[in-house]
């Protein structure tokens, strides 16, 4: 140790104590992983704002794998706006060595979303065998008062709280492996009012059957992770994302988002598949790609840019036969392509092959 | 194409409603993100094998924030091959909501472990004020018997159950923020041998000052993690690593582990920095680097490929003057360069930089 | 060779013979690397669109080493709006294989940039010692006529054409080893306003000293790659970027860029680092960076999120001591960071420190 | 200017002349593409070495759209050992431009490719109507010799010169739209011994039927880029990687890649997809896959790494029923993953969907 301290008095006397120190006792490296926010660029539509929601997630105190302060700096990394913890009721395998109530998974989180500016919605999973199935209850005051013996009166807790309800996964197969069906006493809570919504996306499934159902019945569609561990080890979060509910909202609140999921304004996406009404699909698809005008002609083209503002891909395919254009080609997000046109064509009628408008409807749109 | 609409139909026959349902019930989109074992490449030295660890890592049952398994997850998929989960005696923040003893963690992952072939450590950090500031005790049976009033007594225990400690990032300037001295506990510790490393390395910061102690005591060099969060937010794990603590060890056991540590073969690897002993590091870069023969030759020049069969990048620093190669290169993972050296050329002598091996020293070598 | 034919009859029986003969004769795999145009996102500024230009590129026709085509290719690609192949007069090494006029290069090129909505300047090197060294003439009508003896023969030339010259990497040290000075004959061809601009980048170099010329003489300042070979071999183009001249012009078109450069209105832009006039550089900033409006407080502190709607990253050094705001941080290409407040605070003065306003200056901004 | 010398004088006060000129001059900023030649890990196979060759690529002298010189640096750093550059003879778009003979391409080439460590094979493509279309002739010695009026004249020519010659895209739609088929003068050819291998990959095309040809003739099966643009921006070369015929070579050099064709010993790979005769293909994955011996068992289930060594990835397809292994996954370059098998599988027969070895045959492989 002397011949130490010796070497340390030598060095200060040649650059000085201040740099010297710093450099051997404690040099910063480099993290290659700044956490910022993401901003997906995804346009509003006339009238609404859009924002991006997850409605289905869980910690460690039901059968999740992270601290619930992961979760709030998971969806702020990722760009997400509205989030719930959806902890099971009836399924707690950790209980063990977590004793604590219903509610406490969001009371650890209500403060740590406030200061990441994250909307959450309290919300928990009532987990049944089909029928029902599993329903997320959202918008409630007090999760404890949906763990009952009989589901009728969870659900009946929920209606006192105010709340309503999403229906999860309802073509996973392992409780309709054969079948996807509603039941009855799915129509009798969507004729309550009280289910709101179905997933038409989870974790890696979309149910094209379910999307029909919720055009059918005017219900928000959702698309949720229903993420047990670490978000970024399941989905590429840096080049892709996970499933999310594209709201459009009169407002970025939890007023705002509630409006929308009661008026079905909502669209599902995941791995470069969009889902939900016509109407919404169309405006979405027609605010993020511009066909511009003709840049350049000659004497059998005319020359168009197409380019694309969102961080959404669309695949087209050209229905048009003969105006010049590819038969089908994908636009990357954040990119444009240059178009061809024969100087004499008089139609663009694409159909958006990502973009799915009912069980087995594509989106239909006139580029001319 | 008579003949064709024939055959459709035919297949309808075949696969009929199951593949229709399938598709309109439940459709697998696809994860990004597949979960596979990274091989990192790091060679095996003359008579040992190479290992990667980690020996310092949180959960929730101290004041990490995921639940223990993902830990296994994380350090299977990042390459590793030895761990230790060293839980805070002294301090857990979540104990109102997880009530467990301090030998939880380590019990719910031993199972884990065995399925992926990852050589746990039994661990704990002793978490006290500076002197002695922290230290993890590794290879003990039960870390209840370190929950003690007096630091002695914790110490007596790991020495009883004929564990071994690692002192953690001394260069903390939390704990010492204008020194970085070694005080008398410590030099007691290693004297009786229970000290037998320190972290050159931890999360991002590098200590020069400490493996110069490590290579005067003879002690194993360590870097480690000590992470709380999700691994992969804070680390880029797909183009770099966490922090890692090489083992050059005689079997991949937990032996062969703990008769590295005890043997102080071990070389602390973070951000593209190496810090051992000038032994090991230049044994591990004659074992990654080759200076192929002469390929090729013209009147003035000699050309060779100067290959590197590793996963580390090395920075070349030529200290002999004209003899045509350039003055500073980085040589990335896995790639090859040219080197065009004069005809005449008979030394080939490089530093290089990022090789630690003294509180000022950085490996020599002569490539000819 | 019968016994497969034998093979292909059977296989018709099973498949039907459109798609058998399909997949066994000619299967298209994937192609990983789809050409599209990257919308690089640099904001407008009041009353001028921000475009891209790359002022300095050469070709087989003298130095370079691809067709001419490639260039529109890679400017497209890159997202670049204006670019001016600048092959040498007095350096054509391939002269021996390629025996085209000056003109050649252009002339090959002009309806591939018009197909792709590129503005191509017709433009030449003039290759010199220093002084004068390397000056690109730009907006000119006949590259011939600059092919002359005497160098103010060529000046002359293109004053003559109504062209303008930008004065190319004043601070190479293959011309300026030991010195970077302006010689009396820029001082003269500035007087005249036959030299409009100089390369405060090129390739890899920037020149301090030559933005404070810039500044000084109210000429335009340029970022150019001086592209030789393959583009997306010198610079990342995925992740990164070439040296672009950043124009603010009033109309996209030859006459807007020839209008902005005479008006001194260009921002230089390499390795995130940008450099020009003061005024110019804030609104770029401005039109870039928001600090959004308050939306969390608590007792201490307020919260506000800081925004980057653009694809430069700007790095921070808060300037203000005791607000509560961290010393120094990066904000990345379109991401958002939390700022968090005290209270109290009445400032937040910060520079950005790769923004260049002058030899040794960097912007100054107040967010507050 | 006066004033801004006085500056520098100033500053020289401050910080010493060295530094500051350096900074103000001339600052080097970061190329964030560092050309350094890829390892491409393929193991060697008993008894020969593995080579990776390209045998199809253009230049400015005959449509190709780059110098010859552009094409050593691609094939370096893409990994490639042995390229041949096949200008057409009858198909010179710029020979208005370019006006040197046929031999002139490889001229320019065979130094630079010298001082890279390419094999460099002298080539021609003979660019005709099918019958016979297009042939790449290889090791000529004199491309001039096969401009011929009559095709047999070049064919007589490449003998004569010891040539030989392999048959580009057999399955190409231009030349064969309908069909795909061994001509006459096909069947003459490969007797004569001249034509010794055929393309069974090109540019993004395969054709499972040329590889059934190639088996039953015992001809070398080619994988070649067919390049006339910009590698890097045709294929992903970081991530991905152009066409390539892999060659099994006694040793590497000319000698060695001819012996290798003649003898019928390569493997086409392109897109993760291999095509090759069956013993190769075996002895390539089973050079690559390991199958590790069990590292530990539980009352059920015995657990096993399989590993990846090479940078080719494979596709399993589980063909034992009810052994505990999945149906199907994908094991990528580099990375392992942990098999689980029921204590009582006695067989784990798999087929590898990425490994053709004839029209409609893929590799089956027992790992057990």
Known sequence: ?????????????????????????????ELKQPIQRKNIRIPDIEGFKTLKGDFHIHTVFSDGLVWPTIRVQECWAEGIDVMAITDHIE???????????HNQSYNLLVNEAKKNNIILVKATEITRDMPPGHLNALFITDAEAMDKLKVEDAFEAVKK???????????????????CLIHEVHKKLIKEGLVQGMEVMNYNEWYPLVLQWCIDYNLAVFANSDIHGVSGYVYDVKNAHRPMTLLFAKERSQKGVREAIGSARTIAWFDQQLAGPEDLVKQLFEASVTLKPVFHSDEKFVYR??????????????????????HAFKLEPGKTIVIRLNKDANAFNVTIDNCHTGMSDKLQVSLM
């Open 1 to 29: 140790m002397k011949k130490l301290q010796l070497l340390i008095v030598t060095s200060l006397l040649c650059f000085g104590s201040v740099v010297a120190q710093q450099n051997v006792n404690n040099v910063q490296l």
């Open 91 to 101: 399924y707690r395998p950790h209980k063990k060595h977590i004793k604590d109530g």
């Open 161 to 179: 709280q105010d709340g309503l309800m999403l229906w999860n996964h309802p073509g996973w197969k392992a409780q309709q492996p054969d079948t």
């Open 305 to 326: 840019e197409l380019c694309n503002n969102s961080d959404i891909q669309f695949s087209f395919v050209n229905e048009t036969k003969d105006n010049g254009a590819p």
